[in-house]
């Protein structure tokens, strides 16, 4: 197993992380992780999904412990712009919190193809990588998300309840 997923794990590290120390790090102690499991691991199981999440997981953790450790100084400040309202942040707030539940409300597989896409940052092809599909089910589920939880907006926009979208709620639902 080692030797069969580990150039590709490295690889895909390496996307995220920039250091191939840290990415050769990362993958060898995911593979630690997969063998210190509680649960066995099923071997009719495609293990694939499993070891690229954890390597993402252990790679964004890494990036936000660098992080945190730059930023302590700002640590525990929200910038908020001077342009918006309180009422306009907490409408704001309240309709970022309703996209969150329509994206959770979303098929599973979908839900799983637009959070990898739209939170992980990862492009069609990996996802298609990853789960062993095509290229153009990756689109299909992305544009299905977005029209779904577009109608949903639209939905609680006919009701006369106020949005405001954060930036990167907007990012979210783009088509590209």
């Excluded at 302590?72 to 969150?100: C, K, N, W, Y």
Aim: aromatic residues 8%; proline residues 5%; negative net charge.
């Amino acid at each position: 197993m080692f030797r069969q997923h580990h150039s590709a794990l490295h690889w895909f590290c390496l996307q995220y992380v920039k250091s191939k120390e840290d990415a050769d790090e990362i993958v060898n102690d995911t593979f630690m992780a997969l063998w210190e499991r509680d649960e066995p691991i099923d071997p009719n199981r495609n293990i694939k999904p499993l070891l690229y999440t954890i390597v993402r997981n252990k790679s964004l953790n890494l990036i936000k412990k660098r992080k945190i450790e730059i930023t302590d100084v700002e640590d525990g400040f929200e910038i908020v712009s001077d342009v918006i309202s309180p009422i306009e942040h907490i409408q704001a707030r309240e309709t970022e919190e309703f996209i969150l539940k329509a994206i959770d409300a979303l098929p599973p597989k979908c839900r799983q193809i637009f959070v990898m896409s739209r939170r992980e940052y990862l492009s069609n092809k990996e996802i298609a990588a990853i789960l062993e599909i095509s290229e153009k089910t990756v689109e299909n589920q992305i544009t299905i998300a977005i029209k779904s939880i577009k109608l949903a907006l639209n939905k609680r926009n006919d009701k006369g309840t106020p949005m405001v979208l954060f930036p990167w709620i907007m990012a979210l639902l783009l088509d590209y």
